[in-house]
């Protein structure tokens, strides 16, 4: 799955896709649903904060996902986490 959001870094507001894979809980092991970030492209940047357009001049640049902190990492999976519950939630309204 994927979506795009807006992260601030370096004073900069970035427009970036983020691509993640749903890892199924598994009853067999105990382990827990999962959520992996497998890819993140920053699409462009919103030059001087103005997100307001709704314009941001391109970029275009994959991210190495391996540079990333902890913190960074675990924010990602966050939104990521957050985009899946809206999905399920307009997934189980539609039904």
């Known amino acids: 799955m994927n979506f795009t959001t807006q992260l601030h870094r370096m004073g900069v507001l970035f427009e970036v896709e983020i691509e ?5 809980s598994d009853d067999r092991t105990g382990w827990p649903e999962m959520v992996e970030v497998t890819e993140m492209y920053i699409v462009g940047f919103h030059p001087e904060h103005d997100s ?3 314009e941001y001049d391109p970029i275009g640049a994959k991210t190495r996902l391996d540079c990333l902190t902890h913190d960074e990492d675990m924010y990602l999976i966050k939104l990521c986490e957050e985009h899946l519950e809206q999905h399920r939630k307009e997934a189980a309204y539609e039904i």
């Open 20 to 24: 993640y894979e749903v890892i199924p």
């Open 52 to 54: 307001n357009r709704g």
